[in-house]
């Protein structure tokens, strides 16, 4: 993937228009309601089992990234192109967080007297940031993984202890 790349997944992106939607791989934990986040109990007994179990995935830029820690950031150092790679990095985020601020919100980020909104664009910054970097040192991964599932218009918001990612 180059930077292009993840500059035409972060344009053409969905942006949350698939939240709760089936998806066609095994490989993630689909969830189609956020209600195991409500503060009630539900009668299902698989989502409040992940609710339960679930980390969520970072949504705020001050969070440090479960995956690489400070990797990314110890290489960038070590190319010496700190400041080239940030300028590329906040380009990106700049573009994204254009397109995130036509989101208005969705009813299913809405759980009891929880809106999730400002969490799933703060993860989609985060992600973003993050897949650039990779993008930026040649070792696109994860973070990249996640911009996929977010063009595809769903939320990656958190991680099982089995590793396996969960999606709204």
Same mark, same amino acid.
């Given at each position: 993937?180059?930077? #292009?790349? !993840? +500059? !035409?997944?972060?344009?053409e992106?969905?942006?949350?228009? *698939?939240?709760?939607? %089936? ?5 993630? #934990? ?25 980390a ?9 990234? %479960? ?5 990314l #950031?110890? +290489?960038?150092?070590?190319? /010496?192109?700190?400041?080239?790679? +940030? ?24 759980? /009891? %007297?929880h ?14 940031? +993050? ?19 977010? *063009? ?5 918001? /958190?991680?099982?202890?089995?590793n ?5």
């Amino acid at each position: 993937m180059k930077l #292009e790349d !993840l +500059r !035409l997944l972060v344009t053409e992106a969905s942006w949350f228009e *698939h939240l709760g939607e %089936p998806g066609n791989t095994d490989d993630f #934990e689909w969830i189609n309601t956020l209600d195991a986040w409500s503060g009630k109990q539900t009668d299902n007994f698989r989502l409040e089992t992940i609710a339960d179990q679930m980390a969520w995935l970072p949504s705020s830029r001050d969070q440090s990234d %479960p995956f690489h820690g400070r990797e990314l #950031e110890k +290489r960038v150092d070590e190319l /010496g192109k700190a400041a080239e790679f +940030r300028r590329a990095s906040l380009d990106i985020y700049k573009t994204t967080l254009s397109r995130l601020r036509k989101f208005d919100g969705h009813i299913l980020l809405l759980a /009891g %007297p929880h809106d999730f909104t400002e969490a799933a664009r703060g993860a989609a910054l985060f992600a973003v940031r +993050r897949a650039s970097y990779e993008v930026l040192i040649g070792k696109p991964a994860f973070w990249c993984s996640m911009l996929t599932i977010y *063009h595809a218009g769903h939320w990656p918001c /958190g991680i099982m202890p089995t590793n396996k990612i969960v999606v709204l």
